[in-house]
């Protein structure tokens, strides 16, 4: 060891160093740049409590703001279809109250558009279907009229396209329209077999629409795809039976899964645009229709619903992963729920609310504090230059998640060599803290760092210089 050294006490929310800067190959995988695979300890998933909108709905619509804040508004309260809104805020996980919608409607959609602003359209009104629409600025609380969307709609679908335009289609009209947020005016957007109330529209990586199922006095298997560019329907593979009121939720790879409807089976299916495909996937443990999907951590959360076969309202909630084309189930809600709305957060936990006034947030299975990982870095393959000691020894890279907010302290005790440890934000791959020596003739490593709930980090371990040995990774809160 150098005697010119410095030792080095831990250090707190240091946010100023980036990935790049430090070494890390940063287009390789994560799995790639990993020198060994790390081995924790799970905290369960589990959902909790969330507080209470100002309203019973269900049959609503939930949008994510550009903010991080969620937007809730109309729905059905047992009684009146309902114009108030709601502002779910994610940091302090509270609910206040909005402006309402200029009109009160339920089983209508919503979508956030490219500015900020939020679209809603069609529905049930008190006077029966409606063609109105109207937009909302969460900069100035207000809603304001976006003209008729040509004919009454309902249990239709709002999709944001690629050139900011919004298609409407699906639901009790046969016209699909297109909706212009900068004339604030709706034109066609072709024609074709289009009533389909229940249905479901999703972008897709090509810039068209995959249009699917849905109920037009029976049940419908038959598949469409839009293409904005030429303002164009075409028939797409058939299901491999009819769904109505089912979800489509696109994957990370692009794909889309297809889940439940009112009489399925609870069987789903993929959908590839490379190939214009359909296959067939895992089958869910109970089947579902009205029910809630969202993306978390890379898997397709699945919350609530009835169905035909089965009114009882569902409290129970499973996962798809991708990865191995199965579901799994996970922790249950705190309640049954059908008609209800969700949406995936920025920090990993998706909230879900609708049917009474009550709310709830899944967080998913994460890393618990405990020993992270324990090898030895001098056969690891991570290369990493850290910013507060020399080191051209081999890297150890491993990835933990926060169960919940705190502060939380890496350290590498047990460890039987020089260690160097950094901690990386795995989002911004900003420097979250770099540290040498934990104190004075220790030459051991602690990092303490302010978490948020959700939070992904990369811990690298390495030795000092050109050292390496057997290391024990772990974190304490």
């Not at 991570?382 to 998640?401: D, E, L």
Request: aromatic letters at 6%; hydrophobic letters at 40%.
């Amino acid at each position: 060891m150098s005697l010119h050294r410095n030792p080095r006490g831990v250090v707190v929310l240091l946010a100023v160093t980036a990935l790049v800067g430090c070494g890390v190959d940063a287009s390789l995988p994560l799995a790639e740049r990993e020198g060994t695979a790390a081995s924790s300890a799970l905290a369960a998933a589990r959902w909790e409590a969330t507080g209470f909108m100002s309203d019973s709905r269900r049959s609503t619509s939930m949008v994510r703001l550009t903010s991080g804040k969620v937007l809730i508004a109309g729905g059905y309260s047992g009684s009146a279809h309902v114009a108030s809104a709601d502002i779910y805020d994610p940091a302090s996980r509270t609910w206040s109250m909005a402006a309402p919608m200029l009109t009160g409607r339920s089983e209508h959609p919503s979508v956030l558009l490219q500015d900020g602003r939020v679209l809603v359209a069609g529905g049930y009104t008190a006077s029966g279907a409606t063609n109105t629409a109207e937009v909302y600025n969460p900069s100035t609380n207000t809603w304001a009229s976006a003209g008729s969307i040509g004919v009454n709609n309902v249990n239709f679908t709002l999709t944001l396209l690629n050139n900011g335009r919004v298609l409407a289609s699906g639901g009790s009209a046969t016209t699909p329209m297109l909706f212009n947020p900068a004339t604030n005016t709706w034109t066609s957007a072709g024609s074709g077999d289009l009533g389909r109330q229940g249905s479901t529209a999703t972008l897709l990586p090509n810039g068209k629409v995959l249009l699917t199922g849905g109920w037009n006095g029976t049940m419908i298997a038959t598949t469409r795809l839009y293409d904005p560019v030429s303002n164009t329907w075409a028939a797409g593979p058939t299901m491999g039976a009819p769904r109505y009121r089912h979800s489509a939720t696109r994957l990370p790879d692009g794909r889309v899964l297809l889940t439940g409807g009112w009489t399925h089976s609870g069987a789903s299916e993929l959908y590839d645009s490379s190939t214009n495909t359909l296959s067939p996937t895992g089958t869910m443990s109970t089947t579902r229709a009205f029910h809630v999907a969202a993306l978390v951590d890379g898997k397709v959360l699945v919350s609530g619903g009835h169905t035909e076969g089965d009114r009882t309202m569902r409290q129970s909630a499973e996962l798809f992963d991708p990865a191995t084309n199965s579901w799994s189930l996970t922790a249950p809600m705190r309640s049954a729920r059908t008609f209800h709305a969700g949406v995936a957060l920025a920090d990993g936990s998706v909230l879900v609310a609708g049917l009474d006034r009550s709310a709830e947030l899944y967080f998913p299975e994460t890393a618990a504090p405990g020993q992270i990982a324990q090898g030895n870095t001098c056969s690891a393959t991570g290369t990493f230059s850290p910013s507060c000691a020399f080191s051209v020894s081999p890297a150890s890279i491993h990835a933990w998640t926060a169960p919940v907010a705190g502060i939380f302290t890496f350290h590498t005790l047990g460890s039987d060599f020089d260690t160097v440890l950094e901690l990386v934000d795995d989002s911004t791959q900003q420097s979250l803290g770099c540290n040498d020596e934990a104190s004075s003739g220790n030459s051991q490593s602690s990092v303490t760092v302010s978490l948020n709930a959700g939070q992904r980090v990369r811990a690298v371990v390495q030795g000092y210089s050109v050292n390496c040995g057997n290391f024990v990774l772990s974190v304490i809160q």
